[in-house]
């Protein structure tokens, strides 16, 4: 799944192409997503400026005077700024063409992604009830140690699984709560209430530090993500430790293992990160 930065880096490479431009024509090719792309939008978007491209958790948002239209890109699915008469491929479910002669493609295999329409009557989008719960943007100043340990200090929970819990903390995502955990040397079941006062401020600062390594790389090269030029994001080759089981610790030399939480894979190194 297209993580925080990749999210960042689709609205990064189409805010260029997209931002004060009108939709000339909304076209649905299948409309059947996580939730069905409603028909009407083929006509309620013609002609509408989009004013500005932005990103709540994992949604991007094109944000228009009568409402928002809020991308989620599901498990597999990618957005591209293609010419407009690019043909169409398989997988190509929804096209938002542009008044500069280009288009935005939602491309989704698994059709695990979504578009939905935010009407500006229902006022604003941050009330969305997909959003409205949402915790704070791990990048912003919200998200500090105070605030952390205050969450977790009590919580009888693997440490991973809260780091990666969308009321806790939004968009911090598998593959960087994995190399957040490396960095400081906790072990991703540690309860989070046996995390200190330091360690909350050294995870948040890690966590901040590899999001934005990542973002400024371009994002992690998944097999199924695409950043909107076509190119593939750049960080994967600077991971520790997701996705190299039984690989050599980079610090160490020990093998790094893998366990699940929560239904996700987990990787550390079992000398660099002890369990308390």
């Not at 689709?10 to 649905?28: D, L, S, W």
């Not at 578009?115 to 997909?130: A, D, F, T």
């Not at 105070?146 to 200090?153: D, M, T």
């Not at 989070?192 to 360690?199: A, P, R, V």
């Amino acid at each position: 799944m297209p993580e925080l930065p990749e999210v960042e880096t689709t609205c990064n490479g189409i805010r260029p192409y997209v931002e004060a431009q009108h939709i000339t024509k909304f076209t649905i090719r299948n409309g059947r997503l996580r939730w069905p792309v409603e028909p009407h939008l083929v006509n309620t978007l013609s002609n509408t400026l989009i004013q500005s491209v932005t990103r709540r958790g994992k949604y991007i948002l094109l944000n228009t005077a009568k409402g928002v239209l809020m991308i989620h890109l599901g498990m597999s699915g990618n957005l591209r700024i293609l010419p407009a008469s690019t043909e169409h491929i398989k997988h190509d479910h929804i096209d938002i063409v542009l008044s500069n002669q280009r288009v935005l493609r939602l491309n989704d295999p698994r059709r695990f992604g979504s578009v939905l329409w935010h009407p500006v009557e229902q006022g604003e989008i941050e009330n969305h009830k997909l959003l409205c719960k949402l915790a704070p943007e791990p990048l912003s100043m919200e998200f500090n140690e105070a605030y952390l340990y205050q969450k977790i200090q009590s919580k009888r929970v693997a440490i991973k699984k809260l780091i990666m819990n969308n009321q806790i903390i939004v968009g911090a995502g598998n593959i960087y709560a994995n190399e957040a955990l490396f960095k400081i040397g906790i072990h991703p079941l540690t309860l989070g209430k046996d995390l200190s006062k330091f360690e909350c401020q050294q995870l948040v600062i890690q966590i901040k530090k590899i999001l934005e390594a990542s973002i400024k790389q371009g994002g992690t090269t998944l097999k199924d993500f695409l950043k909107p030029d076509g190119k593939p994001g750049y960080f994967e080759q600077a991971l520790n430790v997701y996705g190299r089981h039984e690989q050599p610790c980079t610090q160490c030399g020990t093998s790094i293992a893998k366990i699940v939480i929560d239904q996700r894979a987990s990787f550390f190194c079992p000398n660099c990160q002890p369990l308390k």
